[in-house]
């Protein structure tokens, strides 16, 4: 049982260049989130969704875009990735109701802008 | 204001010790309340979450006072693999996972 899991661990892009972060869970989840970690700062929400073919904005979603076309899976989009996106995205999901407050993470992907 | 807020530390205790953490957020309206634990370069996982009437889960106690705004974690008989940051999470609602706010965390380093 893999749980969530995110690809590629670890990226570096130019300023401009565009990747996308894909983001698996085998637990039948039906919320899915990316959530970007900055020194200092909390986990901030980026996007997320509620189900297979939603997606909503969370506290900083400019510069993203994602897609959930299947319900195990969970896209995250830079189509111009700029130096301040330079961070640690955690992808994370949950169940729905009460089971919406305890998430599990996926291990991480650094990415890093020039 | 930050919405929750938590001493950075870091905390550097010896092994054996007791040590506690305290955070406070700012909506008085937060319903759900929880410690997540995140070891270096790893992701967070949950700790325990956070009831009014306070829990206990082994070598940890959690307290929550709904009067002052804070919720506070003590870890008792430290263990070198307590070594951590401690995220505190605070919802302002009983079961939207979009609306949970993750505190910046208080690393802990327990020594031999």
């Known amino acids: 049982n893999a749980g969530v899991t995110q690809t590629p661990k670890f990226r570096v892009l130019k300023t401009g260049q565009s990747m996308t972060l894909l983001c698996a869970q085998d637990?039948?989840?039906?919320?899915m989130y990316w959530y970007r970690q900055d020194p200092g700062m909390g986990l901030r929400l980026i996007h997320y969704?509620?189900?297979?073919?939603?997606?909503a904005k969370g506290e900083v979603p400019d510069g993203y875009n994602v897609s959930r076309l299947k319900k195990q899976n969970f896209l995250l989009g830079l189509e111009s990735a700029a130096p301040s996106q330079t961070s640690v995205y955690f992808c994370?999901?949950?169940?729905?109701?009460?089971?919406?407050?305890?998430?599990?993470f996926g291990a991480g992907s650094r990415l890093t802008v020039l | 204001r930050k919405e929750v807020e938590q001493d950075p530390g870091p905390f550097n205790v010896p092994e054996g010790a007791t040590v506690a953490f305290n955070c406070t957020y700012s909506n008085s309206a937060s319903q759900s309340f929880f410690w997540y634990r995140q070891d270096c370069r790893k992701e967070p996982k949950l700790l325990m979450s956070?009831?009014?009437s306070g829990n206990e889960d082994g070598r940890f106690t959690a307290q929550l006072n709904r009067a002052s705004q804070y919720i506070s974690l003590l870890i008792r008989d430290s263990k070198l693999s307590d070594s951590a940051t401690y995220l505190c999470v605070v919802n302002p609602r009983l079961s939207s996972a979009r609306q949970l706010t993750f505190g910046s965390g208080t690393q802990l380093t327990v020594l031999p």
């Open positions: 637990m039948n989840h039906e919320y």
């Open positions: 994370a999901s949950s169940y729905q109701g009460s089971g919406a407050n305890v998430l599990t």
């Open positions: 969704s509620v189900g297979e073919g939603t997606t």
């Open positions: 956070v009831y009014s």
